[in-house]
């Protein structure tokens, strides 16, 4: 850069690229700031001038030693261009920049960007020279800085030039040279801004400022990560405090359950009609059911009798068919097709339908017969747990309110971690960060954190959700029940004396995915006369009642019932940079093609 005495600037740009294939265009953007403009540009290649006129289109084609120039958004663009293959070229680009100079009272402010942020790759070497309107004395008025302090480099004040130099520029990184001098170096300020009073003094503090604002960044970087346990601490306070703090309001007045005055500790019978599909949602606080509560509606419409079963023995295979023996099954046919069912116990029955056909089917045999129709039955699973799921709202057991809560909570938290982690981000330099990004990134984290935590207590029901008052006297009676049957085998109390109330604890059993329990107080307290009744109870042919077809059939057929209907598939003096910068003029960017 050559400052001429009216303070506009010729500059001369020397670009050397390293071609690995076949090229054939470049460009370079100049942003130009209101004020200022470029004239007089040129492009050469050693002592061979490229002709003005080419084709400006970025990717486009024109002839060999060609250039054109173009206004874009906020500068201008210069395009040239050449062929190139596999070897290195240095192209040298000329231009007036008026405008730049800014002419005060005492001095003349220069700040050029003269490596810009625009470019995408790395810079090796970078040097740079100023040479002032004529020689000067190193006197307080004429200062040199390079800036950022984070990209290694030099600069050098000679009483004709300032010079810079730097190495391994990062990409999208822009290097700074700014200079100031005495006014009385021009002879006029055509070329130049004019603003009124000296400038000398708050162009020395903004550059002190920079270089403070960096010091303390860096040292409040330094002591974050030198008391890293404290850091931690800190981090883990505004990452889950806030979000464990709804958390305990919410559950104070949403999700504590409310006190009955229920003491007992067994209830043994069941407490309600309340269907087996519905009973285990309740005590979990939910709305949607499992395989157990379809396994249990099925042996519900058994007992009721819209099937019939009959015992059976099935020869099994054991020791890779070395041996055989005889398993104790159950042959299910159709029964009273008139039996009125609920919305959700009908798409039982079309499942079981489906298997039994007008033959019948073994126990043994489901399983395999569902996966073989798996598209159809699967739906009709999913229609089973909506209308569970429909039958419980309808019986308004639960409180809600604590859930919108929680989901203000998570948007909120959610609108918060991207602000502050886009604008963190975005102003990030990570080769000298900011204290004030850094701040502004942890404090992003730290509210998606609680956001997540959030989320995380969403799946939680009991956290948000809790029963009405009707809803927590039948959960607790039913989980009285519950109690009851998981204790019953050891139990000294008058066993049940109805083979419907044996039945039905079977049936409940199941839901609770306790049905070997009812199995075995079954096989302890049962009379025989009674299971001598049973279609769900019966003696093996080992005389073992706790491991017939019942057992066979809960243990098995609960978990494949849940596989089977599940959908199928399913980035001079001299010294250092200093500063940050940032305020310089030109810079810009380029490339290739």
């Not at 009483?159 to 006029?188: G, I, K, M, W, Y």
């Not at 989320?455 to 959700?465: D, K, N, Q, Y």
Request: contains cysteine; hydrophobic residues 40%.
């Amino acid at each position: 850069m050559r400052i001429q005495p009216d303070g506009s600037l010729l500059v001369r740009e020397q670009i050397t690229f390293d071609f690995s294939g076949s090229f054939s265009g470049a460009n370079r953007d100049i942003p130009v700031r209101k004020g200022e403009s470029i004239d007089h540009v040129s492009v050469s290649e050693g002592t061979n001038k490229y002709r003005s006129g080419g084709n400006t289109d970025l990717g486009g084609f024109a002839l060999p030693g060609s250039f054109g120039v173009a206004q874009i958004h906020n500068g201008i663009r210069i395009v040239w261009h050449y062929s190139a293959a596999d070897e290195r070229r240095t192209f040298t680009l000329s231009y007036r920049f008026r405008g730049l100079a800014v002419a005060y009272d005492d001095v003349v402010d220069v700040n050029l960007n003269v490596w810009g942020d625009d470019w995408p790759t790395g810079l090796g070497d970078l040097t740079a020279a100023m040479q002032l309107p004529r020689a000067t004395d190193l006197s307080p008025s004429y200062r040199v800085w390079g800036s950022p302090v984070w990209v290694r480099g030099t600069v050098a004040r000679l009483p004709d030039r300032a010079n810079l130099q730097a190495a391994l520029v990062p990409a999208h990184q822009f290097v700074e040279l700014r200079v100031v001098f005495p006014r009385s170096l021009l002879t006029s300020t055509s070329g130049a801004q004019v603003r009124s009073g000296n400038g000398l003094q708050q162009i020395v503090a903004a550059e002190a400022a920079s270089q403070r604002e960096f010091d303390r960044d860096r040292k409040h970087i330094d002591d974050a990560k030198r008391h890293l346990g404290r850091t931690i601490l800190y981090l883990l306070l505004l990452g889950l405090g806030p979000a464990l703090a709804l958390m305990a309001l919410v559950w104070l007045l949403y999700g504590r359950e409310r006190k009955t005055g229920y003491d007992r500790e067994y209830e043994q019978g069941p407490p309600s009609d309340t269907e087996p599909a519905l009973v285990p949602a309740l005590l979990r606080q939910e709305t949607t059911p499992g395989s157990n509560e379809f396994t249990a509606t099925l042996f519900d419409l058994i007992r009721r009798g819209r099937y019939k079963a009959t015992p059976v023995t099935t020869e099994r295979k054991v020791w890779g068919g070395l041996r055989h023996e005889d398993l104790a099954d159950l042959q299910l046919t159709v029964g009273n097709t008139n039996l009125q069912l609920t919305e959700f116990e009908g798409p039982v029955a079309e499942v079981i339908d489906s298997v039994v056909g007008g033959e019948g089917e073994r126990l043994t045999e489901f399983r395999e017969r569902i996966e073989g129709d798996r598209a159809s039955n699967s739906k009709r699973f999913t229609n089973f747990k909506e209308n569970v799921s429909s039958a419980i709202r309808a019986r308004r057991w639960y409180s809600t309110g604590g859930g919108r809560l929680l989901a203000i909570g998570i948007g909120v938290f959610a609108l918060t971690a991207i602000l502050l982690l886009w604008t963190g981000i975005h102003g990030f330099r990570s080769a000298a960060p900011r204290w004030s990004d850094v701040v502004t990134v942890a404090l992003g984290g730290c509210a998606a954190a609680n956001g997540a935590s959030l989320i995380f207590a969403a799946t939680r029901v009991p956290l948000w959700r809790r029963r009405t008052r009707a809803g927590q006297a039948e959960a607790e009676r039913w989980e009285a029940f519950r109690r009851y049957l998981t204790d019953f085998p050891r139990l000294q109390e008058a066993p049940p004396a109805t083979l419907e109330l044996w039945e039905r604890y079977l049936v409940y059993g199941i839901a609770f995915g306790i049905a070997e329990r009812v199995l075995q107080g079954a096989h302890l307290h049962m009379p025989e006369a009674l299971h001598d009744q049973s279609s769900l109870y019966w003696i093996t042919p080992t005389g073992d009642l706790g491991s017939g077809p019942t057992a066979l059939a809960i243990g098995d057929l609960s978990s494949g019932f849940g596989s089977a209907l599940a959908p199928p598939g399913s980035s001079g003096s001299g010294g250092g940079f200093s500063g940050g910068g940032g305020g310089g003029g030109g810079g810009g960017g380029g490339g290739a093609w």
